[in-house]
C-alpha cells in the first residue's frame, strides 16, 4: 500500500467539499470555501482529486463540477501552462464519452481568464448548471486547437508510464452489478426493513474511507534495483585502522592586533579618492615599512591600481615595492603599463626601476606606450610637454643603466627625429649619437 498523500485536515476539506456539493450552493461559494485554509497543499489535494475524476462512477455529477472548478482554481492566478492539471482537464473536455455538461463546464473555466462577466456560470450551483444547460448552443473545439492555446509545447505521443500502467486500482467495479447499470439506481438503494442486497451500500461512505485510509495512486510495482555483487576477493580482507593522532599546531595570529591594518585599510581608500596629508602618508609608509604583509590586507587590486597612481604616487611605489613578490604582480605591471601616461604614472616607474629589478618586457612596453601617446595626442601643448617628460624619463632610464640603449635604439631615435624641434628631443638624440 502507497504513503498517504493528505493529511487530516485535508481529508476533511475533501469530504465536506463532496458532501456540499448536492446542496443549492453557488460553485463559486464552494471552491472559496475549500480554499479558505492558506495551510492547504493545493497540489496533494488537486491530485487526489484528479485521481477521483479518472473514474467516471466514483463521483456524482455535482461533486465532478466542483472538482473540476478546485482545479482550475488552484492555478487560475499563473498562465493556463503553469497549471499541471491542464492536460487532464483538456482531455476530459475533449473526450467524446464524457457528459457534454462537463465538457462545456471545463470549456468556460479554461475561457473565464480574469474576466468578470465570464464567470457567470460560476454563481449558479452545480445542480442548476446541469439542469440550465443547453447542449445545442456549445460548440466544441477539437484538441488541437485547445492544445495550442492552453499548452507551451505540443507533443507528438502523450507520456506513458508502464509502470503506472500495470497498477492494481485501489476502486474495482462490483462484479455482481450488471454492466452498463446505473449504479446511483433506487433498485440498488436499501429499502427500509428489507434485506441487503448485492451492491448495495454508502457511496459516499466508501469514498470518505477510500480517501482517509488509502493512497489514491494504487499499488505500482516497484521499480527493482538488484544489490550489487560483492567484490571478488582472493584472500582474506584486511582490516584498516587509520591512525588519527593529529598534531595541533597554534595559530600564532590569533588574537593579534589587527588596529593598524583597519588603519591602513581605510588611509589607502582615502588615497584611492585623493591626495593624502603629508601625515597620513607618512603613517602608511612607515606602516608598511614596518610590517610589509600589511600589503596583502590594504584592499589594493589591480583594477584600483591607476587612482593611487594619480593621487598618491609615492605610496604606490611602496606598494608595488612590498608586492613585487607577489603572484598578482604580473596583473599590477599590466595595469601599470596600460593606463593613460601621465607624469606621475612615469615617477612610479622611474622609482621602481631604481627601487626593484623589474622585468625587462615591462620596461620596454612601458617606453613603447610612452612614444605612442606622444604620437597620437592633438593638443600641441600637452604634446610638447608629454614629449618633455618621456625625453627626461628616457634619459634617466639610460643614465641609470636601467635599459640597454640598443634595444630600443632605432624606436628611440624616431621618436627623436619627429620630434626634433623640440629641445629636450634634440638633446637626447645627442645623446643617443654620443653612446654608439
Known amino acids: 500500500m502507497g504513503k498517504k498523500m493528505l493529511n487530516l485536515e485535508e481529508q476533511c476539506k475533501i469530504v465536506n467539499m463532496l458532501k456540499s456539493s448536492s446542496e443549492q450552493k453557488s460553485i463559486e461559494e464552494t471552491v472559496t470555501e475549500f480554499f479558505s485554509n492558506s495551510k492547504l497543499r493545493h497540489f496533494n489535494v488537486c491530485y487526489s482529486l484528479s485521481l477521483l475524476l479518472q473514474d467516471k462512477l466514483m463521483l456524482s455529477s455535482t461533486e465532478r463540477l466542483v472538482a473540476f472548478a478546485i482545479l482550475h482554481r488552484s492555478y487560475s492566478s499563473q498562465k493556463p501552462a503553469a497549471n499541471p492539471f491542464i492536460s487532464f482537464l483538456v482531455n476530459v473536455a475533449c473526450d467524446d464519452g464524457a457528459e457534454k455538461y462537463e465538457r ?16 457567470e456560470f460560476l454563481k449558479q450551483s452545480a445542480s442548476d448548471y446541469i439542469k440550465n444547460f443547453d447542449s445545442s448552443s456549445q460548440t ?9 492555446q492552453y499548452f507551451e509545447k505540443v507533443h507528438p505521443e502523450p507520456y506513458v508510464c508502464l509502470l503506472k500502467n500495470t497498477a492494481v486500482k485501489n476502486v474495482l467495479a462490483d462484479p455482481d452489478v450488471p454492466c452498463g447499470c446505473d449504479a446511483s439506481s433506487a433498485e440498488l438503494d436499501l429499502q427500509p426493513g428489507a434485506k441487503s442486497k448485492l451492491g448495495s451500500g454508502d457511496r459516499k461512505e466508501a469514498l ?16 527493482i534495483r538488484p544489490v550489487p555483487p560483492r567484490f571478488p576477493v582472493d584472500e582474506e580482507l584486511v582490516w584498516l585502522n587509520p591512525d588519527n593522532n593529529h598534531e595541533l599546531q597554534w595559530d600564532q595570529g590569533m588574537c593579534a ?14 588615497a584611492l579618492k585623493g591626495p593624502l596629508a603629508p601625515n597620513q602618508q607618512e603613517q602608511v609608509l612607515l606602516e608598511l615599512a614596518n610590517d610589509p604583509k600589511l600589503v596583502y590586507h ?35 605591471f599590466t595595469v601599470l603599463v596600460n593606463m593613460d601616461m601621465s607624469l606621475h604614472s612615469m615617477e612610479v616607474v622611474n622609482r621602481l626601476t631604481t ?20 604620437e597620437n595626442i592633438k593638443d600641441k601643448y600637452m604634446q610638447n610637454r608629454l614629449v618633455r617628460l618621456v625625453c ?45
Request: charged share 25%.
Open 208 to 223: 470518505s474511507g477510500l480517501v482517509a485510509n488509502l493512497s489514491l495512486e494504487g499499488l505500482i510495482p516497484h521499480w
Open 140 to 148: 466544441f473545439p477539437q484538441r488541437e486547437q485547445l492544445q495550442q
Open 104 to 119: 462545456a463546464f471545463i470549456l468556460h473555466l479554461l475561457g473565464s481568464g480574469n474576466s468578470n462577466s465570464s464567470k
Open 392 to 436: 627626461v624619463f628616457l634619459r634617466s632610464l639610460i643614465r641609470n643603466r636601467i635599459i640597454d640603449v640598443k634595444d630600443l635604439f632605432i624606436e628611440v631615435q624616431a621618436f627623436c627625429i619627429e620630434f626634433s624641434r623640440i629641445r629636450e628631443a634634440a638633446g637626447l638624440f645627442r645623446h643617443l649619437k654620443s653612446l654608439e
Open 355 to 374: 627601487a626593484v629589478e623589474l622585468p625587462k618586457e615591462f620596461v620596454r612596453m612601458y617606453i613603447t606606450n610612452c612614444i605612442s601617446s606622444c
Open 257 to 270: 592586533d589587527t588596529s593598524r591594518g583597519a588603519a591602513v585599510r581605510d588611509l589607502i581608500a582615502k
Open 298 to 332: 590594504c584592499g589594493l587590486t589591480p583594477r584600483k591600481l591607476p587612482e593611487l597612481v594619480e593621487n598618491n604616487p609615492l605610496i604606490a611605489v611602496e606598494v608595488l615595492t612590498k608586492l613585487i613578490n607577489s603572484p598578482e604582480i604580473a596583473e599590477y
